[in-house]
């Protein structure tokens, strides 16, 4: 029987710079490897075909997407053997802790023609400062954003009625978890679920939730409580050693905007903007925590200018993200042209190959 795949978003361009989990999975694999290489699509490709492998033989995988380009595979994480394969040159920077033990680095700089690259260089070096100014400016746009939604959250906390918010925490933990706890220690994972790409804000949530039988879509505005009450919820299931699966936010890399319970079989998850979902399946049901908001003119014509603004910014964001995917997916394919191909196959072969 064949296993499955997993997609979730490997980093993520948010209000505080660049996000990722790739900690949480190096700490809990029992083997990574760090694939060490110049920007590249072609490891993409190496990856795929690895997950596909392992699939093949009834594992299931989870798959980490790139957000600049998010058909293509930044590393992946195999489940039973709990091996973990990363690109851990770029986009972001890791370093192994533990060779000739559970770290193994595979490096591919060996892989170019020396002499194409230098012939380049110029060419590489500008397509590169194109894209790091363009990303720069990305990211001072998301730092704005998010700087534009914490006030949009300030003006929703103050007429939000707390009261309720926690009599339907302590009800849904009731409902959830009833008098059950489970003699076992629990096991919490942490991924990103999105992340504004150049295309757009994109997250992952129905690979994520494809195989849940019931999923709790919450409804409500900015600052109501929706991250609070899934870490309560969260919080609650560890306490009772049920395994949980965070998914961070990709704007705000300290809210939640999913909690995960696998032996329940059931997840909550925030389905507004940027991810809006509703009821389009069987066990999916509404979360309301917009009701619990009191209605008041002055806020909400506070909070039009506030959503004006936030929009704009965002707006902003996705451009500067769109010439950053531009320019380094040329740098990329200026950098891949250079590659001795036999030699990459060679060292592809090595990972392909694991037993």
């Known amino acids: 029987m064949y296993g499955t795949i997993t997609q979730y978003m490997g980093t993520a361009y948010t209000g505080c710079g660049i996000s990722h989990k790739y900690d949480t999975l190096i700490a809990s694999a029992v083997e990574t490897f760090f694939l060490k290489c110049p920007p590249t699509n072609m490891l993409s490709t190496v990856l795929h075909e690895l997950a596909t492998n392992y699939v093949k033989r009834g594992y299931d995988v989870d798959k980490f997407m790139d957000p600049v380009q998010p058909e293509k595979t930044d590393a992946i994480f195999v489940k039973g053997p709990n091996l973990f394969f990363i690109q851990a040159s770029h986009p972001v920077a890791l370093e192994p802790a533990e060779i000739g033990g559970r770290h193994r680095v595979i490096s591919f700089y060996d892989v170019y023609d020396e002499d194409q690259l230098r012939d380049w260089n110029g060419l590489i070096v500008e397509e590169l400062e194109e894209a790091e100014e363009a990303l720069k400016k990305a990211l001072k746009s998301l730092a704005d954003a998010k700087g534009i939604h914490d006030e949009w959250e300030a003006v929703n906390i103050q007429r939000m009625m707390w009261e309720q918010h926690e009599n339907l925490i302590l009800s849904l933990k009731e409902e959830l978890f009833g008098t059950i706890r489970l003699n076992k220690a629990t096991t919490v994972s942490h991924r990103l679920i999105g992340s504004l790409t150049s295309g757009g804000a994109q997250d992952f ?7 849940l039988e019931r999923r709790i879509l919450i409804k409500g505005l900015p600052g109501t409580g929706k991250s609070t009450l899934m870490k309560a919820i969260g919080t609650e299931a560890e306490r009772r050693g049920f395994d949980v ?3 961070w936010c990709g704007l705000d890399p300290l809210g939640v905007d999913l909690v995960q319970i696998p032996e329940l079989s059931i997840c909550l998850l925030d389905a507004t903007q940027p991810h809006v979902y509703d009821v389009e399946r069987p066990g999916d049901e509404l979360l309301d925590l917009v009701s619990m908001c009191v209605k008041d003119a002055e806020a ?7 959503r004006e603004t936030y929009t704009e910014k965002i707006l902003d964001a996705t451009g500067y993200m769109q010439a950053y995917a531009q320019a380094e997916n040329r740098m990329k394919v200026t950098m891949d042209s250079a590659i001795k191909h036999a030699i990459f196959e060679l060292k592809s072969k090595i990972l392909l190959e694991l037993p």
């Open 300 to 306: 909400e014509r506070e909070i039009d200018l506030i």
């Open 245 to 247: 699966l965070y998914g």
């Open 205 to 211: 949530i129905p690979s994520i939730t494809k195989r």
